[in-house]
């Protein structure tokens, strides 16, 4: 098998992208921020399936994504439906993906794809080609008896490369999708492989919703695809990825802020209440002065129960009378 090279030149921008990314990161400290905020880390999953599938025509809401990760029925399409749970159990592997494994993206792909295509889980055996959201063609992907060698060789060049992850990643996704390896679901198959690249990096990625940034600019993404095919390389497309990983970092770190802020001013006064041992919510109200059972477990049980701040001594009975409370 050769070695191949996907071609791209590293440029200025790239750099100062990734510059400016990696400051934001380390601002983050680690991903113990994100760790600590349970809710948090729910709903930037949901962001990504949600913004994912909807690249794709999914008819879902994002409530309605919500009700379905909640073991709630929806009325919508069955196979809209299933997608977003193929998708969610999808992400629930990324701690468990080696990213370099070639047989780690078929058992995904028959994960993400379960019930929607004949092929899941193998590449795939048809010609195909990538439209953009007016349904126009942008690539026609190379011949199918070629598809086995060149991920082969992309997942190969993966290996040996040693170029930073923001770049390296965003260049295999862009090689990727111009492969199109499988029959369908290549753009959110891209998409999670690229998060699981940089998770493995830095394993807060796996809760940063970048996903929902390419959504948000789905044009520019069709566009920056369609440009690096045009030119030989993929300089349009790392560059859109880099600027849209910045975005997704800027948004998570100003939500975490957000959240610890919000938890400083609510929350704090029930931390200092707490004593060594589990306490009923009736001794926290005491201590804390407050009449409102409504009021207290709004303002301060739930908040600081789902930042992961306060446990339950009976967490499968949360309204049992005898529930009691204990700093984490």
Partial sequence: MDKYI??????DEMLDLTAQIMEKIGRLDSVNDLERLPRLRKVSRIKSVHSSLAIENNTLTMQQVTQVLNGKRVLAPEEDVCAVKNAFDAYKEIDNIDPYSVEDLLRIHK???????????????TQVGVYNQNGEVIHVAPPHDMVSPLVD???????????????????????????HPFCDGNG????????????????IF?????????KDHQEEYYKAIKISTSQGKSNAFIVFMLNT?????????????????HISTQVSALLGVLQSYPMTAKEL???????????????????????GLIGMTEPDKPT?????????
């Fill in 206 to 214: 796996a809760w940063i919703p970048i996903e929902s940034i390419i």
């Fill in 188 to 203: 959110r198959m891209g998409r999670l492989w690229q998060t699981a690249l940089l998770a493995s990096w830095k394993p």
């Fill in 320 to 328: 049992s009378r005898n529930q009691r409370y204990f700093k984490i």
């Fill in 285 to 307: 109200m005491d201590k804390l002065g407050l009449k409102s059972r409504d009021g207290f477990r709004k303002h301060y049980l739930a908040p600081a129960i789902e930042a």
């Fill in 153 to 179: 060789q992309l997942f190969a060049w993966l290996k040996e490369s040693k170029v930073n992850m923001l770049i390296k990643s965003s260049v295999f996704h862009y090689e990727f999708e111009f492969i």
């Fill in 6 to 11: 996907p071609p791209y030149d590293l440029t």
């Fill in 245 to 261: 990983i910045l975005n997704a970092v800027s948004d998570i770190l100003h939500e975490t802020h957000e959240h610890q802020n």
């Fill in 111 to 125: 994960i993400m794809m379960n019930g929607l295509v004949r092929e899941c889980g193998k590449l795939r055996s």
